[in-house]
């Protein structure tokens, strides 16, 4: 098994900045990508980021394209999102997961490990 914890979430105002981690222990060697999903209230939940793990190479959906970044680090098995221009449509739970079923990197199924969630609200 692997376990998942992420932390950072909060309040912030929108245009500000948070940074997301999350740390993966256990049987780490099963993950070949670690992505974030969100979920806000109403919808289902959406994809946002992915990193491979070996190549780092990094996945995003279009709506964070250029105000997030994910990052990894591999000797903490520990993922990062750092979100900048925030807006309040970015409000929702984010949840950190790892992948370890071959799939798209979008696809949630994919992802067999996933975190409790950190809430992120922005306000206006």
């Known amino acids: 098994q692997v376990q998942l914890v992420e932390s950072g979430g909060g309040l912030v105002q929108a245009g500000g900045s948070l940074r997301l981690s999350c740390a993966a222990s256990g049987r780490t060697l099963d993950i070949y990508a670690m992505g974030w999903f969100r979920q806000a209230p109403g919808n289902e939940r959406e994809f946002v980021a992915a990193i491979s793990w070996s190549g780092g190479t990094p996945y995003y959906t279009n709506s964070v394209k250029g105000r997030f970044t994910i990052s990894r680090d591999n000797d903490k098995n520990t993922v990062h999102l750092q979100m900048s221009s925030l807006k309040p449509e970015d409000t929702a739970v984010y949840y950190c997961?790892?992948?370890?079923?071959?799939?798209?990197?979008?696809?949630?199924?994919?992802?067999?490990?996933w975190g409790q969630g950190t809430q992120v609200t922005v306000s206006s």
């Open positions: 997961a790892a992948k370890n079923i071959v799939g798209s990197m979008s696809y949630g199924r994919g992802y067999g490990y």
